[in-house]
């Protein structure tokens, strides 16, 4: 009986070490995995205040409005949708305002001036990109990044971003053409008498009051991590605080509209498009250099059509279908449209004066003047010499043996040794015929400078289209092309390295609202 108290006695025991053991242990592993510290004590002491809501505005009376400073890091600019008229950047929105909520003494938690915490357990601003072309329009629900807040209730949010924007694009001068695309940023629901936006620039000189001025800031988005863009020049950043009242409500609305000027690198379409189209026109101007006689002047003036006409469908496929104006390219290319066209006809009326014959076309006094004997002086062509005339004039230089005349002709050059033993009949008969040999070739000789003549008229109205199409050619490309504001100006790139420091800012009061709600 004894025995078995004792062993009663010592298995409780046993049961009280092992539950105490267990309990301890517990007790350790839960210590050790719960978070300890400042920091966590810190977060505890601001996130179980009463009251608080995330969904509320951070002041102290209602009528209080939060004072909201906004700036953009343009980190790079991903794409320029001509066709569809978009931009799409990739940037930081940085963000400050204060919150009384989360305000702290250091000295009463550990000496712990900032605290990171999730950007969903604290009040965000609403804000919205207006001109939003796709994507997530609410800037807060696009990004779970957090926030830093320091002891003195200061809000620190930098969520990165990527924009899709809508960006009316202004092709009149593509491919030497500038685009001004903007960022019209403000908050969506709450209006200016319950979120004072400003710019980030504005927070040394600003006030507590409602500011109901509208705003000009020059270099107004931080560069200092921009990425440089393959096919766009940054040129210049700027931004407009502007004050609007909607017809829906009776309130301001702020917003805060963020201009972006690039410059296109007019390399990529000037390898792959102005050099086609400037060989096409010197293709237009070889055709009055190809010899009428080779037969494919015609061919070519169509090839070079056909060709042209692949670049125009090029060119539409890169361009918005806007009718506010044409681009420069497309003038450029009508251009050359039509002096093919023009060569074209030309051509046709060129080969038709080189096979002309006498028989069909009699070559007037005037157009021998003028195309034969002073047209080749101003061209610097070789003039006009017929090639059956040096022959003609060596035979009337023969010395004649016997002279014969009649009512019809005069002939020479006839040998005595042919006139010994033949009546007079005969050498009549035989002179008829002379008389006609010499009368056919005389003729033939005749039709043959005639068509010479022609032949010598065409090439000097080829020679002559050949200077006058070079000449609107060249004149053509040299004002076309000028007209580009681009090739006139020698505006730099900005980058990360030349971007204005943050002291260049500069801040220009306009027009101010004297009537709020």
């Not at 009040?123 to 072309?133: G, H, K, Q």
């Amino acid at each position: 009986m004894k025995s078995s108290r004792i062993l009663i006695h010592r298995t409780l025991v046993l049961i009280f070490y092992a539950l105490f053991f267990n309990v301890s242990c517990i007790k350790i592993v839960n210590s050790e995995l719960l978070p300890s510290g400042s920091d966590w004590k810190l977060y505890k002491y601001l996130t179980t205040k009463k009251n608080y809501s995330p969904f509320v505005r951070p002041v102290t009376r209602h009528e209080s409005a939060v004072l909201l400073f906004m700036n953009l890091s343009l980190i790079q600019i991903l794409d320029v949708d001509e066709k569809r008229q978009i931009i799409k950047m990739n940037a930081w929105v940085n963000l400050d305002w204060k919150d009384h909520n989360f305000m702290w003494d250091p000295k009463d938690h550990g000496n712990v001036t900032s605290l990171i915490l999730p950007s969903q357990d604290i009040w965000t601003p609403d804000l919205a990109l207006y001109n939003n072309a796709g994507g997530d329009w609410d800037l807060a629900s696009s990004s779970s990044t957090k926030v830093i807040v320091h002891y003195d209730g200061t809000v620190i949010w930098r969520p990165p971003i990527i924009f899709k924007s809508q960006c009316g694009i202004n092709v009149e001068y593509f491919p030497f053409d500038m685009q001004n695309c903007s960022m019209k940023i403000g908050c969506w629901t709450h209006h200016g008498l319950l979120i004072d936006l400003r710019h980030t620039s504005q927070k040394a000189n600003s006030q507590p009051t409602f500011d109901n001025c509208r705003s000009q800031i020059d270099h107004a988005i931080d560069l200092s991590m921009f990425t440089t863009d393959v096919q766009w020049d940054l040129i210049g950043v700027s931004a407009r605080r502007n004050i609007e009242f909607y017809p829906c409500c009776s309130e301001p609305y702020l917003d805060i509209t963020f201009y972006i000027i690039l410059r296109r690198k007019p390399l990529f379409f000037g390898v792959n498009l102005i050099c086609p189209c400037i060989s096409i026109s010197i293709l237009t101007i070889l055709v009055f250099y190809l010899p009428a006689d080779s037969r494919e002047k015609i061919s070519l003036s169509i090839s070079t059509l056909i060709a042209l006409t692949v670049f125009f469908l090029l060119v539409f496929e890169i361009s918005p279908p806007t009718s506010l104006v044409v681009p420069l390219i497309v003038k450029f290319l009508l251009f050359t449209m039509v002096l093919i066209i023009f060569s074209t006809i030309a051509t046709v009326i060129v080969l038709n004066i080189h096979t002309r014959t006498p028989d069909t076309h009699k070559i007037s006094p005037w157009t021998r003047h003028i195309f034969i004997e002073v047209l080749p002086k101003v061209l610097r062509i070789k003039r006009y010499e017929h090639p059956g005339s040096k022959q003609i004039g060596r035979l009337s230089r023969s010395p004649p043996s016997l002279y014969v005349q009649n009512s019809d002709c005069v002939l020479t050059d006839f040998n005595q040794h042919m006139m010994e033993g033949l009546s007079i009949d005969q050498i009549e008969a035989s002179l008829d015929k002379v008389r006609h040999t010499v009368l056919h070739f005389r003729q033939q000789e005749k039709r043959n400078k005639i068509r010479s003549e022609w032949r010598y008229v065409a090439f000097v109205i080829d020679r002559l289209l050949l200077w006058m199409f070079a000449g609107a050619t060249m004149a053509g490309i040299v004002s076309i092309f000028m007209q580009a504001p681009t090739l006139h100006t020698k505006e730099r790139a900005l980058t990360a390295l030349t971007a204005p420091s943050v002291d260049a800012i500069n801040v220009t009061r306009l027009s101010c609202e004297t009537k709020l709600v």
